[in-house]
Structure formats: C-alpha cells, structure tokens
C-alpha cells in the first residue's frame, strides 16, 4: 500500500496568481500521476511525473501552465499557474507500483479561483 | 485503453444488494477490469480488480463474462455509507504507462 499525503488540502486564490500542490507518498514509486476533477465531474489525468525526466502531458494540457516537479522518488510538486476561475477543480495526486494491482490517491487539494 | 460505458446514477435501499453494469466492447486481451469508489471530499478508493470468471473480496464481487465486454459490480446488502461513485476502468496493469483513464463513474445513491 502506499499513503500520500497532499498539502494543501484546500486553498482560495486570486485569478492571476499561481498555486503549488505537493505530493508527498510514504514509499518510493516510479511514477506520479496528477488529476483534475472538475465539480459534479469525473477524473481526468493531466500529466505522468517521472522521476528524472520530463512530465508526460495528456491531450489538453500544457506545461506552462501546469509545471510539474519530480525531484525524488517520493514526492512531486503541480503548479496551476495564471489561474482562472476555470481552474476551480480538485487536484490529486495518484501513485500505482509498476504492475501493481492498485493505485492509491490523494485526498485532494480543493481550489477555488475567485 | 478500451473505453467504459457505465449508467450515470442508480438508487437503492438499505439492505438491498445492487449491481453496476459497465461495459467495455473494445476490451483488449491483455486488460483487466478495476473497479474504485469515490466518497465525496475524497480520493478514489480500489474496489476489487478481476480478468475473467467472478472474483470475490470482503467488499464486492466482479462478474466478467466469457467475452468479457461487460462486467458486473455487485455490492452485497448496501447501507448509507455506500452513497458514493463507482468508477470501471479497462486497461492493461502490467502496461508500460501504468495510468489509469476514469470514464463518467455511478452516482449510487443509497436510502433508509
């Protein structure tokens, strides 16, 4: 099992401005996953965090305006930069060992861009 | 990664057993069939996970048929606290990419 824990868990933020979510995960694992849920709305993966590398971006999204930082095998960072009111969403973080039969979340961090 | 077709939303009672339905026509041979529950404020949670046959745990049971286009969620005697989404996901767990891609999920909403 893996347990992660998100800071911070919820936030209000002024359009414009920027916000980092941390990742941090009690075991080490190759790869990160962050995702998006819009309210009333399913999860949708924005990007892959490998360590050493590069982020992976799904269709749709960009990294400039969603950086991702993956420093170590446990932890990883996401920043919504030049946010709008449309980024009012919860992110999570997610993890699932390389053949594992489940992945673990976050509880999520809750963004309100007003 | 085969696409999931799931109802939006069922209503149950306390006590009843209640089955979800996904469906998944483009399933590939090497996919397996997970399933995750989300409560509200609350990152999803995993169910149980079969590839073919019926697969049994403490939570659940997953039904798979022969052709394996479809699959079964079945949650034994249901109380309040299973009010959550039921996400089916489809893909290969042993695959290079590892993500996971969530369809639409089953609101179940559960009375007294």
């Known amino acids: 099992s893996a347990v992660i824990s998100q800071k911070p868990s919820r936030d209000i933020c002024q359009r414009g401005t920027s916000l980092t979510i941390q990742c941090q995960v009690d075991?080490?694992?190759?790869?990160m996953f962050w995702y998006r849920q819009q309210p009333g709305q399913s999860l949708t993966l924005i990007a892959t965090?490998?360590?050493?590398?590069?982020?992976?971006?799904e269709s749709g999204f960009v990294i400039d305006k969603f950086p991702i930082s993956r420093p170590n095998l446990t932890f990883s960072t996401l920043t919504v930069s030049n946010m709008s009111p449309e980024d009012s969403s919860i992110y999570l973080c997610?993890?699932?060992?390389?053949?594992?039969?489940?992945?673990?979340f976050g509880q999520g961090t809750r963004l309100t861009v007003v | 990664l085969a696409k999931t077709t799931q109802p939006i939303s069922m209503d149950s009672y306390e006590g009843q057993e209640v089955n979800i339905t996904c469906s998944h026509n483009n399933i590939a041979t090497n996919d397996y069939i997970t399933w995750y529950q989300q409560f509200p404020s609350q990152g999803p949670r995993f169910i149980i996970q079969g590839y073919k046959t019926k697969v049994t745990n403490e939570v659940a049971s997953l039904f798979i048929p022969a052709d394996r286009k479809s699959s079964t969620l079945s949650l034994p005697r249901v109380s309040l606290s299973d009010t959550a989404v039921y996400y089916c996901?489809?893909?290969?767990?042993?695959?290079?990419?590892?993500?996971?891609?969530f369809g639409t999920g089953t609101l179940l909403a559960v009375q007294p």
């Open positions: 965090a490998n360590q050493g590398s590069e982020a992976t971006y």
């Open positions: 996901l489809v893909g290969d767990i042993g695959g290079a990419t590892n993500k996971l891609i």
């Open positions: 075991s080490q694992v190759t790869m």
């Open positions: 997610s993890v699932r060992p390389l053949g594992g039969q489940k992945a673990f």
